[in-house]
T-cell receptor, first 118, second 116 residues
Framework: AQKITQTQPGMFVQEKEAVTLDCTYD???????LFWYKQPSSGEMIFLIY??????QNATEGRYSLNFQKARKSANLVISASQLGDSAMYFC???????????????FGKGITLSVRP | NAGVMQNPRHLVRRRGQEARLRCSPM?????VYWYRQLPEEGLKFMVY????????ESGMPKERFSAEFPKEGPSILRIQQVVRGDSAAYFC??????????????FGNGTRLTVT
């Protein structure tokens, strides 16, 4: 089974509106972290936000928030007040074994393309 | 504080040649990860190294690929006898030492390898 699933086709949003990018995950670990990265057309990977599995509150970082629903194993990214510069690929990723002393790898989903319309 | 530095940014090699990709982690980071990204796909883990140690190479192809992170100098991903299927973007990432498992990986800008 895939660890990280991002199944939405290309997403479109009108400038200044909010958009939700879906991510579901699969793990048997109790302690894990979930991350979102942005990859614009220039190609670099930009870290946006993370959520720890034991965090009781949803993470927020400026216009980004993470809608974490642990029972459903989902970690959706919400971008508020979309801007033209938000057009990019967005990747959800997971790190397992957190807190065990291991510094384990990130496992990425296939990504979602977001296009912001003026 | 300089970020993760990768060079070259673009690399063109003919089939059968060797490709060497370099990565200098962020200052204070002693863990390095290499990922490969094929067009229109996500990042696939290749190898995780600490200084002078390979910790996890479960994503490395069995042949032609090798990685090192010496005591001094950058981490090197080496691809011998490249084939067209090796054409991809190769990303390096770094993180602080063990015990900070929630820290994100900080990525370099990648090396785009084209095999002609």
């Amino acid at each position: 089974a895939q660890k990280i699933t991002q199944t939405q086709p290309g997403m479109f949003v009108q400038e200044k509106e909010a958009v939700t990018l879906d991510c579901t995950y699969d793990t048997s670990d109790q302690s894990y972290g979930l991350f979102w990265y942005k990859q614009p057309s220039s190609g670099e990977m930009i870290f946006l936000i993370y959520q720890g599995s034991y965090d009781e509150q949803n993470a927020t970082e400026g216009r980004y928030s993470l809608n974490f629903q642990k029972a459903r194993k989902s970690a959706n990214l919400v971008i508020s007040a979309s801007q033209l510069g938000d057009s990019a690929m967005y990747f959800c990723a997971m790190r397992e074994g957190v807190g065990t002393g291991a510094n384990s790898k990130l496992t990425f989903g296939k990504g979602i393309t977001l296009s912001v319309r003026p | 504080n300089a970020g993760v530095m990768q060079n070259p940014r673009h690399l063109v090699r003919r089939r059968g040649q060797e490709a060497r990709l370099r990565c200098s982690p962020m200052k204070g980071h002693s863990h390095v990860y290499w990922y490969r990204q094929l067009p229109e796909e996500g990042l696939k883990f290749m190898v995780y190294l600490q200084k002078e140690n390979i910790i996890d190479e479960s994503g490395m192809p069995k042949e032609r690929f090798s990685a090192e992170f010496p005591k001094e100098g950058p981490s090197i991903l080496r691809i011998q006898q490249v084939v067209r299927g090796d054409s991809a973007a190769y990303f390096c990432a770094s993180s602080p030492r063990t015990g900070q498992g929630l820290s994100p990986l900080h990525f370099g800008n990648g090396t785009r390898l084209t095999v002609t």
